[in-house]
């Protein structure tokens, strides 16, 4: 339901423990989407737009740069 060239990135939020686990992402544009595996951790720099997806207005981070990156340590957000 989104553009060919958007791509989603996410993370795991742990308030206590594993179980509670809460997924958190956000939409990426970039013409090369479509290079990126499944699961692949990446950091992305750009800047915030909005735009239409799925008929809703939403933010979008228009990437400037996308660089590949190893898994970090501790693969979860905790607040």
């Known amino acids: 339901g989104f553009p060919e060239d958007t791509f989603m990135v ?14 958190v992402a956000l939409y ?3 013409p090369e989407s479509k290079t990126l595996a499944d ?5 992305v720099s750009g800047q915030f737009a909005l735009q239409e ?7 979008v981070l228009m ?3 996308v660089t590949l990156i190893d898994i970090p340590d ?4 905790y607040p």
Request: proline share 8%.
């Open 10 to 23: 996410s993370r795991f939020v742990i308030t206590c423990c594993a179980a509670d686990a809460v997924p």
């Open 28 to 30: 990426v544009s970039w």
């Open 39 to 43: 699961d692949q951790w990446v950091e």
């Open 53 to 59: 997806i799925d008929q809703r207005q939403m933010p």
């Open 63 to 65: 990437a400037e740069i």
């Open 74 to 77: 501790q693969p979860y957000l």
